[in-house]
């Protein structure tokens, strides 16, 4: 039945896919973000933080994917998950500056490691499966998924606020630890490349 609503859901790799953009789509901090952080840091400090740890999170971009031709791109996933994890119930309970820079910086390193990342795992597992020809519509429907995630998420990130204006994070953290849950599932997949002369993790941090 739900193959009838979320096409090739018996695929295992498609099947997980579709529950990781459930998962990280589930922005329930967006809405309230600035405003929990307001209960501990200033204005002034919030523009610091974003500098800061958005720097990081673009630096962290490039290691990632080379991490990820030399172990591979479900291990990458798997450590991604765990950073984000961490940084997440980090800043559930950041409060002041530092703990939040540190958190939000664990928290973007992580999210750099997943960052296309899924994406490519998916598409080349399908590959070689011979079905390369199903992404456009398995990557239509985790669209899909993700947005009217985000819409749930959103409309009831006020009334978690409300009750607590860290149990939002605090939520977001639980579907972070079901992303991670999920992603163990995914088949395993092999390196691009091992470590060589010319292809060598060294090489790549010599080349930034």
């Known amino acids: 039945m739900l193959n009838k609503f979320f096409p090739h859901w018996n695929n295992k790799t498609v099947r997980t896919y579709y529950l990781t953009a459930l998962f990280m789509n589930f922005w329930v901090i967006g809405p309230i973000w600035y405003f929990m952080f307001r209960h501990f840091v200033t204005v002034r400090e919030i523009g610091i933080n974003e500098i800061i740890v958005f ?39 950041a409060f002041n500056l530092l703990s939040l820079v540190i958190a939000q910086a664990i928290f973007l390193t992580g999210y750099a490691f997943y960052s296309g990342t899924n994406e490519a795992l998916v598409y080349d597992k399908l590959k070689e499966e011979g079905k390369e020809n199903i992404w456009h519509i398995v990557s239509a429907n985790a669209k899909n998924i993700g947005i009217a995630t985000t819409i749930v998420a959103v409309l ?53």
């Open 55 to 93: 720097s990081i999170g673009l630096l962290a971009e490039v290691p990632s994917g080379a991490l990820a031709d030399h172990i591979g791109r479900r291990k990458v996933l798997i450590y991604g998950g765990v950073i984000l994890l961490i940084g997440a119930v980090a800043t559930t309970f």
């Open 156 to 208: 009831i990130s006020g009334l978690l606020y409300s009750v607590h204006y860290r149990l939002p994070y605090a939520a977001y953290s639980l579907f972070i630890l079901g992303f991670l849950i999920t992603i163990i599932h995914y088949p395993k997949d092999r390196p691009a490349h091992r470590d060589t002369d010319s292809h060598s993790f060294a090489n790549y941090v010599r080349n930034l």
